[in-house]
């Protein structure tokens, strides 16, 4: 278990912007974990579970909680053969995959992909970990963490005390950029998933159109939290932005990107306020536009 006083959130965070938290506690197994949130209970501090800090922004002062960040004792991913209605056929063409829940979902993906397992191709260029990728039910192109995720291991908090439960994925309320565990307090501790087997060859080109897509219409250059806003029903924010007269909108250190509109980047010496004034800007001037408010995507920590 590490710990950090006063650290530095923007260290933290793909923005690489925002402020401080009293205390970062890095831990490393479940028992250290449940050890820090009963301590945490017993003293009746705030406390908060960040993954890797790619969708998330520290507002400027000071987080007076604590905030738990998972360390590499949860990194790990273990592939285990299925058992499906006794079937050895049908066994043969899935398998689950087990992951820890501060390993990247890029990880993940090219892991998948080297056992010729389809259907995570879509995470391959996601910055997030698979916590946060679960929590968010993350998704991109042609796909989505519920449609592979069939369970979570969670830390919960049960007659006062904490527990580990496992959750079946058709209780998370899994739905566009959402789940219950966004509202539950309960702490991923690891995802399972099943994989059909496909073919390596056409997994990996997929994997690879997805990379040079993104790469070739995404500011990846810059720090920024991804795609900004949620999509608003029949549009894309993207588009509402760049319609709206934004691209290239800048507050301070932080822009709306010239590259992809549905991106807010930080040009250099961005605030956590920059990020915040830029987005009700741009939330008002297309509301104003269009009649539509667009919702961030970002998980903001502190008084907006």
């Known amino acids: 278990m590490t710990v950090i006083e006063h650290a530095d959130m923007s260290k933290y965070t793909s923005f690489k912007a925002g402020g401080t938290a009293r205390k970062l506690v890095i831990v490393d197994s479940p028992e250290e974990l449940l050890s ?3 301590e945490i209970k017993e003293k009746g501090e705030d406390y908060i579970f960040l993954g890797n800090g790619t969708n998330t922004l520290f507002l400027d002062g000071e987080y007076k909680g604590t905030v738990i960040k998972a360390g590499e004792g949860f990194e790990g991913i273990e592939f285990m053969p299925l058992e499906m209605d006794g079937d050895p056929d049908l066994d043969a063409e899935f398998l689950a995959i087990k992951a820890g829940s501060a390993a990247l979902l890029s990880k993940l993906a090219r892991s998948a992909a080297q056992e010729g397992l389809t259907g995570l191709e879509f995470a391959a260029g996601i910055p997030g970990s698979v916590g946060g990728g679960v929590f968010m039910n993350a998704g991109a192109y042609d796909g989505e963490i519920k449609n592979v995720l069939v ?8 007659d006062g005390e904490f527990v580990i439960k496992d959750i079946p994925a ?6 566009y950029r959402h789940s219950n565990l966004m509202d539950s307090g309960e702490i991923i501790l690891d995802a399972t998933f099943v994989l059909p087997r496909g073919d390596k060859a056409e997994i990996e080109a997929k994997m690879k159109d997805f990379s040079e897509r993104r790469s070739s219409k995404q500011p990846l250059e810059y720090p920024s939290a991804g795609s900004f806003f949620k999509r608003p029903e029949g549009d894309f924010a993207g588009r509402l932005i760049e319609t709206a007269g934004l691209k290239g909108f800048t507050v301070g250190g932080a822009q709306v990107s010239e590259k992809h509109c549905g991106f807010v980047i930080n040009r250099g010496g961005a605030t956590a306020s920059d990020i915040v004034k830029l987005m009700h800007a741009v939330q008002d001037k297309v509301c104003e536009e269009f009649g539509v408010m667009l919702e961030p995507e970002v998980r903001f920590i502190g008084e907006i």
């Open 36 to 38: 820090l949130l009963t």
């Open 151 to 158: 369970s979570v291991s969670v830390i919960a908090e049960t």
């Open 170 to 175: 058709e209780e998370l309320d899994l739905s």
